[in-house]
């Protein structure tokens, strides 16, 4: 459960590592959000920047490490074809996956702007997926180039930008996490074309989170927060 962050400014220790170089350890401020006064949210601190390779932030009790993927990996969700009318490959390295349209199967997808995002708050099924990349060789990346790993809370989502931080909520049981969007989809499969209404896929950590891990699916809320 998520519980009452205290009222006042606090810290979060970011370490940003760059090629070649030494860690350098810097703290960015953080300031209370707005979803029911109950938590902390980084500004301008959780996105992998040019030259860094990894980032480590907290948005209350909850720690992201945020690492990019080398560009020769394989992308979580093979089905995207295009981002931003260049290859997948070409517009992470160029970093225009933000909040930049994107095709899959033929259809166009458009994501909402960072402005229109902050008063996103929806219910709806959540599913969780990237559970075979722990039989597979090498390591897999998400749609805006980072490293994927089913034990952090992180999330894959159509329509937000790039990445976002969310509070879900499973409402059959009140449990609430924080994840981190960093990856696209859910889109419907070949073995189950409803699977494309779900709104959120999270990681396999998150969904052992919030109690549905053995369910496979859940009615949630969804709501940005940073």
Known sequence: MITPGRKYIVYAAVALV???????????????GV????????KGAYELTAGTSKLVYRVGKFTFHVVRAPLHWPLM???IETIDALPVKE???????????YTVKGKRYYPMSVAQSKKYKANGIAS???????????GHMTANGEKFSPYAL??????????TNVLVTNLSNNRSIVVRVNDRGPFPSVHNSKSGRRIIDLSMAAAKRLG???????RVRVEVIS
């Open 18 to 32: 760059l090629f070649g170089c030494s860690t350098i350890k810097t703290s960015y401020r953080i300031t209370k």
């Open 35 to 42: 979803v029911k006064g109950t938590i902390w949210t980084v």
């Open 77 to 79: 969700n093979e089905d």
């Open 91 to 101: 517009a992470i390295r160029r970093g225009k996956v933000k909040n930049s349209p």
């Open 128 to 138: 969780w997926y990237g559970h075979e990349t722990l039989r597979q060789k090498g």
């Open 154 to 163: 992180t999330a894959a989502h159509k329509h937000l930008p790039l990445p």
């Open 212 to 218: 549905f891990y053995k369910n496979g699916t859940a």
